[in-house]
């Protein structure tokens, strides 16, 4: 079935350095890349997405490249602060499928 | 309603009780989402709504699970026979129209099964 693999499941940064997140799918009907954040006991949100038809999207501080032909897509945190301590999860989906999410990535940011 | 909404937040069961999850998704969302939960882990799909219309029920665990959302918008996941290996936060996400849309997701129900 389909699966998203990622990596690595936690990550440790100095404040203001970069992170980077990666991950893989298996459903080559996916054209849907969402990356939600979620913060202890709290809900996931979505914090930038991408569609097949780009290969990077940028939002202040966060992008997301798409490689499709790998199979490949990744989020890219620069400038990392506190408040980028998290778990972040990315997902991939189709409309012929639902949206199944990676296992997940523990961002602790040291000051 | 200003987001998705689900209750109870928490909800303790006995093991072999029957529970009721629900979920108020936003206001005119089309689509609603269930995934299941575990500590440390991402969320698992449970099932999908499209308005009234359930289209993708594949990852129910086993049929002690059971969703419906009778007039398109309030959800509701009910487990059967409760077992320990339910204990999860149940989260229910909505979105404007297809699965390829934004997804809202609700603050959780946990479920401890004791």
């Known amino acids: 079935g389909e699966n998203v693999e990622q990596h690595p499941s936690t990550l440790s940064v100095q404040e203001g350095d970069s992170a980077v997140i990666k991950c893989t799918y298996s459903?080559?009907?996916?054209?849907?890349f969402p990356w939600y954040k979620q913060e202890l006991g709290k809900r996931p949100q979505l914090i930038i997405d991408?569609?097949?038809?780009?290969g990077e999207k940028k939002d202040q501080r966060i992008a997301v490249t798409l490689n499709k032909t790998a199979k490949h897509f990744s989020l890219h945190i620069t400038e990392t602060q506190p408040e980028d301590s998290a778990v972040y999860f990315c997902?991939?989906?189709?409309?012929?499928?639902?949206?199944?999410f990676g296992s997940g990535t523990r961002l602790s940011i040291r000051p | 309603g200003a987001g998705v909404s689900q209750s109870p937040r928490y909800k303790v069961a006995k093991r072999g009780q029957d529970v009721a999850l629900r979920c108020d998704p936003i206001?005119?969302?089309?689509?609603l989402f269930w995934y299941q939960q575990a500590l440390g882990q991402g969320p698992e799909f449970l099932t999908y709504?499209?308005?009234?219309?359930?289209?993708?029920k594949s990852g129910l665990p086993s049929d002690r699970f059971f969703a419906e959302r009778p007039e398109g918008s309030v959800s509701t996941l009910k487990i059967q026979r409760t077992q320990q290996e339910d204990s999860a936060v149940y989260l229910c996400?909505?979105?404007?129209?297809?699965?390829?849309?934004?997804?809202?997701f609700g603050q959780g129900t946990r479920l401890t099964v004791v």
């Open positions: 997902a991939s989906g189709s409309s012929a499928s639902k949206i199944i």
């Open positions: 459903d080559s009907a996916s054209n849907y």
């Open positions: 991408i569609r097949s038809n780009v």
């Open positions: 206001s005119g969302h089309v689509s």
């Open positions: 709504f499209q308005n009234e219309a359930q289209l993708d």
């Open positions: 996400a909505s979105s404007f129209r297809d699965r390829n849309t934004e997804a809202f």
